[in-house]
């Protein structure tokens, strides 16, 4: 089975703190990817990675970095952080073939206050 | 225009019905098709996988694909009250490789 994991289930933050969450996977996957959830705006992509040390930005980048130093970790930075950033922050992986199944970590639920 | 459609519900059946869930794309060169379970405050679960027109039957569940509809559905049968949760529709973008479109997902309630 594959397994993802994520370095907290729960976070809180004050506004202007460096926030990193980190995300682990086990099944040598080589696509990694970070979105946010938020009630009825759905999962929206912040950043993906195909590969160590490369990244590309997804739909919603803005007050966020990432960090791809080996295969299996893939960290998200929140610079400098927000209450607009109060949210669900969902890790996945997928291969790079077939038919590209993500499978995701269990959250963090980040609070900034 | 939304890439992948889906109602948002909610969607009430009673214990032992069949629930259907379905989910428009946009992309016509769309590859796969996948369904997510999502429970409240947990994280999405893959539950079926479909590349191909046609039915795709696991358990209870069946995956329907009709490519040139650009259509995909989910049958529940025998609807449980742990099946109440939200499923995600969610279609690998043809063009963009390994990026995958989630939609917004459909809440089903399944009445003891």
């Known amino acids: 089975d594959v397994k993802v994991t994520q370095s907290s289930r729960y976070l809180v933050k004050r506004t202007g703190e460096k926030v990193f969450l980190e995300c682990v996977q086990d099944?040598?996957?080589?696509?990694m990817f970070w979105y946010r959830q938020d009630p009825g705006l759905g999962l929206r992509l912040i950043y993906f990675?195909?590969?160590?040390?490369?990244?590309e930005k997804g739909d919603i980048p803005e007050g966020y970095s990432v960090s791809r130093e080996k295969k299996e970790r893939f960290s998200l930075i929140l610079e400098s952080a927000s209450t607009n950033q109060t949210s669900m922050y969902l890790c996945?992986?997928?291969?790079?073939?077939?038919?590209?199944?993500?499978?995701f970590g269990p959250g963090t639920r980040l609070t900034v206050t | 225009q939304k890439e992948v459609e889906q109602n948002s519900g909610p969607l009430s059946v009673p214990e032992g019905a069949i629930a259907s869930l379905n989910c428009t794309y946009s992309?016509?060169?769309?590859?796969?098709f996948f369904w997510y379970r999502q429970y409240s405050g947990k994280s999405p679960e893959l539950i079926m996988s479909?590349?191909?027109?046609g039915d795709k039957e696991d358990g209870r569940f069946t995956a329907q694909l009709n490519k040139a509809s650009q259509y995909v559905s989910l049958l529940i049968r025998d609807s449980q009250p742990s099946d109440s949760a939200t499923y995600l529709c969610?279609?690998?973008?043809?063009?963009?490789?390994?990026?995958?479109?989630f939609g917004a997902g459909t809440r089903l309630f399944v009445k003891a």
């Open positions: 479909i590349y191909s027109n």
């Open positions: 990675s195909y590969d160590v040390k490369m990244k």
């Open positions: 992309d016509r060169v769309s590859q796969s």
């Open positions: 099944m040598d996957h080589e696509n």
């Open positions: 996945a992986s997928s291969q790079d073939s077939g038919g590209y199944e993500q499978y």
């Open positions: 969610a279609v690998n973008s043809g063009t963009g490789g390994f990026k995958t479109i």
